[in-house]
């Protein structure tokens, strides 16, 4: 059974840093390109950032490029998000998504995990 | 970027009514399509790909069909259970979503 549970969210001043956690399970983590999605508050889904299997492509949206860095270790089927120079935009849930095909990219994505929330408040 | 544009943002229906949203494409997006539905608390889950393709394990009831700029997801007879907010996604760099159709009794 693929699971994904995520970690690391929390209450952070404007202009800080969290770094999220991402811990997969059930299936050959290193086959699979990752992304994160994040959805504020009463809002809808919007893309953050994928990354390929073997870390060797990675892929941003234009609201957090130069911010944020996904990254992933596969010994250990943990995917990242560094997460720098936060803004109140930011604020939302974090959900890690498990790419739909063996493919370098995540093109739909097949799993979830539940979210972590991350809020950017003074 | 493509935008995708959902219709309409609410959709209110009884249960065993046929439900038809749609999704349209700021630009060619060929068949590369998906569509979510998400219930409130939940993550999302992924039902269609490529436009017409059922997940694993999703019910006959949900269908989806268009290509290019113009898509359509189709519940044939709303269960208890299918009332969420459904979206699309498109699979072009960078990946967007709708802003979703809420389908409501």
């Known amino acids: 059974e693929v699971q994904l549970l995520e970690s690391g969210g929390g209450l952070v001043q404007p202009g800080g840093s969290l770094r999220l956690s991402c811990a997969a399970s059930g299936f050959t983590f290193n086959n699979y390109a990752m992304s994160w999605v994040r959805q504020a508050p009463g809002k809808g889904l919007e893309w953050v950032s994928s990354i390929s299997g073997g870390s060797t492509s990675t892929s941003y949206a234009d609201s957090v490029k130069g911010r944020f860095t996904v990254s992933r270790d596969n010994s250990k089927n943990r995917l990242y998000l560094q997460m720098n120079s936060l803004r109140a935009e930011d604020a939302a849930i974090y959900y890690c998504?498990?790419?739909?095909?063996?493919?370098?990219?995540?093109?739909?994505?097949?799993?979830w995990g539940q979210g972590t929330l991350a809020t950017v408040s003074s | 970027e493509i935008v995708l544009t959902q219709s309409p943002a609410t959709l209110s229906l009884s249960p065993g009514e046929r439900a038809t949203l749609s999704c349209t494409a700021s630009q060619s997006v060929g068949s590369y399509l998906a569509w979510y539905q998400q219930k409130p608390g939940q993550a999302p889950r992924l039902l269609i790909y490529?436009?017409?393709n059922r997940a694993t394990g999703i019910p006959a009831r949900f269908s989806g069909s268009g290509s290019g700029t113009d898509f359509t997801l189709t519940i044939s007879s709303l269960e208890p259970e299918d009332f969420a907010v459904y979206y699309c996604?498109?699979?072009?760099?960078?990946?967007?979503f709708g802003g979703g159709t809420k389908v409501e009794i």
């Open positions: 996604q498109q699979r072009s760099d960078p990946l967007t």
């Open positions: 490529d436009a017409s």
């Open positions: 998504a498990k790419g739909k095909y063996q493919l370098p990219k995540a093109y739909y994505f097949d799993y």
